[in-house]
């Protein structure tokens, strides 16, 4: 047996068709979304990301605003250049590209986005109307990964979830977003402190490896027709690899390979989110 592809590429050009008639609309009204990213530093994937963003703008007629800063930047040239994007009326929706320097504060310049404009979902209000249940724009890697398993028809009301890894980008909201009303799965969030991952993975009808550790997820923790989605990268010499032994697609029902899984979608999910925004703000007006 061998696991049915999630295929995250093919799903997020379905999803730019969609957002291509959404963008001709709003153009009708005399509004052209306008996509801002804050990129500080030189990491190389956070540059290719960005660039990778912008690309997709372009494809769907999204306009682009790029703010790129130096590695030396300072808290209060982060939060002077958070202003000014939140000023812009170019500007519809942003996202500030993470992770930031050591020495910036993320929280605070999170914080300081114009909760209106949050492309991302990261906003400390909008992930408050997350746990409400109310509507914000959502966390682009979580509802990525439930809008491919949705576009599988990989159900999830009443499925046993195991997601690893609790960061505030994939795991923590997804776990959030998971348990609403509308996708009604259960959920177990595993982190470096849980006693048996094995276990925990094992139970699971869906497993969501998030924990940015290289094959930590191997097929005989892996229950039999389980679907798996892959969030990890990890860089080494010899290339990218996930949290996802291979193996796994040996076992796996469905799985999320990376690449090509689950983070197409997260870029299909920050254009969405923008056109979104841009809807919104257009209805508020
Ligand atoms: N502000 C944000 N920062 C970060 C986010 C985020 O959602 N918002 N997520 C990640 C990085 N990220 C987008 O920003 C992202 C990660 C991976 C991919 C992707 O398509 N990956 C490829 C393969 C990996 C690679 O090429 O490096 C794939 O899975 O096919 C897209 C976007 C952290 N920061």
Same mark, same amino acid.
Request: glycine content about 10%; charged content about 20%.
């Given at each position: ?65 790029? #703010? ?43 914080? $300081? ?36 398993? #949705? ?8 499925? #046993? ?10 795991? $923590? ?61 990890? #860089? ?46 257009? $209805?508020?007006?």
């Amino acid at each position: 047996m061998s696991a049915t592809i999630l295929d995250g590429k093919a799903t997020r050009d379905a999803i730019l068709d969609e957002l291509r008639v959404r963008v001709a609309a709003l153009a009708e009204q005399g509004v052209v979304p306008g996509l801002g990213t804050v990129l500080v530093g030189d990491d190389p994937g956070s540059q290719a990301y960005v660039r990778s963003k912008h690309n997709f703008c372009r494809k769907v007629g999204i306009n682009s605003i790029r #703010r790129d800063l130096p590695a030396s930047t300072t808290q209060a040239e982060l939060e002077a250049t958070i202003d000014e994007l939140n000023a812009n009326p170019d500007c519809t929706g942003y996202l500030i590209q993470l992770p930031l320097p050591g020495h910036l504060d993320a929280g605070r310049a999170l914080e $300081r986005v114009d909760p209106a404009k949050d492309s991302d979902g990261l906003h400390p209000t909008n992930l408050g109307k997350l746990v409400l249940g109310d509507a914000a724009p959502l966390p682009c890697t979580p509802v990525g990964i439930v809008e491919l398993l #949705r576009r599988y028809d990989v159900p999830l009301a009443g499925a #046993r979830v195991t997601v690893v890894g609790r960061g505030v980008t994939a795991g $923590r909201p997804l776990g959030l977003l998971l348990t609403r009303r509308s996708e009604n799965a259960t959920v177990t969030l595993c982190h470096t402190g849980t006693k048996d991952l094995a276990a925990e993975v094992r139970r699971a009808d869906i497993v969501v490896a998030a924990a940015g550790s290289a094959g930590l997820i191997t097929a005989d923790m892996v229950k039999p027709g389980a679907a798996v989605l892959d969030v990890g990268v990890t #860089r080494t010499e010899k290339g990218l690899v996930g949290d996802v032994h291979p193996d796994v697609a040996k076992v796996a029902g469905f799985l999320a390979p990376m690449p090509g899984g689950v983070g197409p979608m997260t870029i299909a999910m920050l254009l969405r989110n923008t056109v979104e925004v841009a809807e919104r703000a257009v $209805r508020a007006s």
